[in-house]
């Protein structure tokens, strides 16, 4: 928090600064997903996804 803002004005700040990462993240961890959710993620024709579940 800068000096001399208040509690209104620095959350809206961190919200300009914060919103766009976390977006991406999640963004890109569902799109990473889509396979899985598809059931053509590399090592499904395998059968390893039972090894780990």
Do not use: H, Y
Not at 2 to 31: D, H
């Amino acid at each position: 928090m800068k000096a001399g803002m208040n509690k209104t004005e620095a959350m809206l700040e961190s919200i300009k600064i914060r919103t766009r990462p976390v977006l991406m993240t999640a963004f890109a961890v569902s799109v990473g997903m889509l396979p899985v959710a598809q059931g053509s993620a590399i090592g499904l024709e395998l059968g390893l996804w039972r090894l780990v579940g």
